[in-house]
């Protein structure tokens, strides 16, 4: 592909304006370990607060550098880091909450999963479409890497969360523990077939249509080797830190989710915008700048590695550990996922996207959090 203009110039833009390894990336694992240490959950109330902005600072650092990893040892490889890496977080809240009570937490994957697809698929892609639409009128983007991304992810959250409804080796929206390892590997399968896909076989599906959608870093340098290894260090320090921090808060947050008079199923919701949070901010720059093709990437490839990583990882946890897992949704959800689908074919179906997808998405997602809190 054709590069205008000084090669150099990213480079540049990357060493002054956006340093690889930031101070706050450092400082906030070690902050976290400090937490830890201190037992600051259980300081009172400002400690669980001071805890709580922590363990948020520390899923930040840790997805950035899980993608300075990803950057240098490149694809296929970089992908899966990144995704490995978000899994371990949202696997490590989830299991932090189950633990207390494995019987009255038996819907809390379930919930966090369904919350990451709703705000995906609405929250973000419609925000994303919303920001591009009203900045640019229209945008463009490959309708193939799009329309592969949602067969997988169709697939996916139909086998994970719809299916164990209408099975009868278990009653109710439960797997048996063989229906549940089945499911576990065919996710995998999916989700591996689909990386293998978008970094390999056919990258051209998912690459920007235009020299103007090309991503900031395209042609950045790749960290050198001490950067990518204090990344690696870092990241480790920063998952550490969130799953033992997340261990530490999960009491509260359960205190105050009940205190506020909110359903169970709202602690997924948090779970899942956290984890996402940083995901999102990336995909709605991207969108800004006409890049919408990053953005749905970036939104589609999270939707993809939540159902195809994290309900593996914990249907696995599940069977070796002897916890009730429900992952059937019930109808009220299975009519909004259904919806999103559809929705989702009509709106992206043509290659172009306008601000009236966005809305339309955006209150599909209203939809879901109000019926959420007010069930």
């Given amino acids: 592909m054709a590069q205008s203009g000084n090669p150099n110039t990213a480079k540049t833009t990357q060493t002054k ?32 607060i001071v805890a709580a902005i922590i363990m948020m600072g520390c899923v930040l650092a840790a997805v950035h550098h899980a993608e300075v990893v990803a950057h240098k040892v490149g694809e296929p490889f970089g992908t899966l880091v990144l995704a490995i890496a978000v899994t371990i977080i949202e696997v490590a809240l989830i299991v932090s909450l189950m633990m207390s009570d494995p019987g009255e937490k038996a819907t809390l994957a379930r919930d966090t999963v369904f919350a990451a697809v709703m705000i995906i698929m609405n929250g973000i892609v419609g925000l994303c479409l919303l920001v591009g639409g009203a900045r640019h009128h229209e945008q463009k983007f490959v309708l193939r890497g799009v329309s592969s991304a949602f067969c997988v992810l169709a697939a996916m959250a139909s086998l994970s969360l ?34 293998l896909v978008q970094t390999v076989r ?61 359903p169970l199923a709202f602690v997924g919701v948090l779970i899942a915008g956290l984890v996402l949070a940083p995901e999102s901010l990336a995909a709605v720059k991207a969108a800004r700048r006409n890049r919408i093709q990053t953005s749905l990437n970036l939104a589609l490839g999270s939707a993809l590695a939540t159902i195809g990583l994290t309900i593996p990882t914990v249907a696995v946890l599940s069977v070796v550990m002897d916890w009730p897992l429900a992952l059937g949704l019930d109808p009220k959800s299975m009519i909004l996922l259904l919806l999103s689908f559809i929705v989702s074919i009509f709106s992206l179906g043509t290659g172009r996207t306008t601000i009236l997808q966005g809305i339309t998405h955006l209150v599909i997602f209203a939809t879901y959090l109000f019926v959420t809190i007010v069930p």
Wanted: glycine share 8%; proline share 9%; hydrophobic share 55%.
């Fill in 162 to 195: 719809i299916l164990p409804n209408f099975t009868s080796s278990a009653p109710g929206s439960f797997y048996s523990p063989p229906q549940l390892i089945f499911v576990a590997v065919v996710s995998l399968i999916l989700y591996g077939t689909f990386v």
């Fill in 17 to 48: 304006d956006v340093p690889v390894l930031p101070i706050w990336s450092l400082v906030v694992p070690v902050a976290g370990l400090l937490a830890i240490a201190l037992h600051a959950a259980y300081l009172g109330l400002f400690g669980v």
């Fill in 202 to 262: 056919h990258r051209d599906y998912f690459l920007p249509a235009g020299d103007g959608d090309l991503p900031q870093d395209v042609h950045a340098e790749p960290p050198t080797h001490l950067q990518s290894w204090i990344a690696v260090g870092a990241l480790i320090v920063a998952l550490v830190g969130v799953v033992l921090l997340a261990k530490s808060l999960s009491p509260h947050i359960e205190a105050a989710v009940g205190a506020a008079g909110l």
